[in-house]
């Protein structure tokens, strides 16, 4: 597992950060937006996206005047690349004991 993938998996423990990445996924939104549907304030919204952002989990971009925030590409697919990783090690590991079983 890469230095970015264990920011990665680090910055989702904390659920507002899930949250916050699961309104992302869905599509590209602003601060206000995503604190719209958060319990918490703009300014701990900010906070929770600079994690995310140092995680290589989401990107800014400047739209006008406001700063409009998406899932980074890049990060997502470390992470699923280590998911990826750990399924076919849990699969490689069935197999073995599967086949043990059957000797």
């Known amino acids: 597992m890469g230095t970015y993938a264990f920011?990665?998996?680090t910055a989702l423990g904390d659920p507002?950060?899930?949250h916050i990445f699961a309104l992302?996924?869905?599509r590209p939104r602003?601060?206000?937006?995503?604190a719209?549907?958060?319990p918490i304030s703009r300014p701990a919204v900010s906070?929770?996206?600079?994690?995310?952002?140092?995680a290589h989990l989401v990107r800014v971009r400047s739209e006008g005047t406001?700063?409009?925030?998406?899932?980074?590409?890049e990060g997502l697919a470390i992470l699923r690349e280590d998911l990826d990783r750990f399924w076919n090690k849990t699969l490689e590991n069935f197999k073995q004991i599967v086949e043990q079983e059957t000797e």
């Open 16 to 18: 507002s950060r899930q």
């Open 24 to 26: 992302l996924a869905e």
């Open 30 to 34: 602003s601060v206000t937006e995503i």
């Open 47 to 54: 906070q929770h996206l600079r994690v995310l952002k140092q």
């Open 7 to 9: 920011a990665a998996w």
């Open 36 to 38: 719209r549907d958060l």
């Open 66 to 73: 406001r700063r409009i925030y998406q899932v980074d590409p």
